[in-house]
T-cell receptor, first 114, second 113 residues
């Protein structure tokens, strides 16, 4: 199936540092979503993006829908210990619009050292 | 409390023994979906349903069946489980579609020996 390449796979950072992660594909997407999964839980939606170039914030989180529609970025500013978890990008391919299909990236595992 | 419930939470079974994982939501959501999560692969969509009696294949439907006879329930059926179906399974629902906030269940950890 189609692939979303998410990087980095894992990050170990100091509390207070900023974090960046991204997802790329060779295909065009019409929606990008960013989720966070806490240990032992299901993913929770953080940010949804619907238009190329769109920049959206949710507290200390900011995500952007890439201009080429083939990538998206998530930034976390001033990280805190509760940011620990796995972050997933997800998206819908433009060729699959009007379906309910969703593709997830492999995830970025974030660890924050107090 | 608004929630998605899955049962069982943990299951160990043997190859070929049919099993069903139930999923139920109490939010009157139209859209429901099943995912499996494997290390290094993220979540992969198995099947989804846009509404009652409407189901469609996701990325990895082989070896799975679903049904959506009523709005609140979306069971996942493994007719003849195999070891490569050992995984963590999540059910999710949202009001209208995948772009709405999807509420995920707590997960079902399945081991097929």
């Amino acid at each position: 199936g189609q692939q979303l390449n998410q990087s980095p796979q894992s990050m170990f950072i100091q509390e207070g540092e900023d974090v960046s992660m991204n997802c790329t594909s060779s295909s065009i997407f019409n929606t990008w979503l960013w989720y966070k999964q806490d240990p032992g839980e299901g993913p929770v939606l953080l940010i949804a993006l619907y238009k190329a170039g769109e920049l959206t914030s949710n507290g200390r989180l900011t995500a952007q829908f890439g201009i080429t529609r083939k990538d998206s970025f998530l930034n976390i500013s001033a990280s805190i210990p509760s940011d620990v978890g796995i972050y997933f990008c997800a998206g819908q391919l433009a060729v699959e619009s009007n379906t309910g299909k969703l593709i997830f990236g492999q995830g970025t595992t974030l660890q924050v050292k107090p | 409390e608004a929630q998605v419930t899955q049962n069982p939470r943990y299951l160990i079974t043997v190859t070929g023994k049919k099993l069903t994982v139930t999923c139920s939501q109490n939010m009157n959501h139209e859209y429901m979906s099943w995912y499996r999560q494997d290390p290094g692969l993220g979540l992969r969509q198995i099947y989804y349903s846009m509404n009652v009696e409407v189901t469609d294949k996701g990325d990895v439907p082989e070896g799975y069946k679903v049904s959506r006879k009523e709005k609140r329930n979306f069971p996942l059926i493994l007719e003849s489980p195999s070891p490569n179906q050992t995984s963590l399974y999540f059910c999710a629902s949202s009001p209208r579609g995948y772009t709405d906030t999807q509420y995920f269940g707590p997960g079902t950890r399945l081991t097929v020996l």
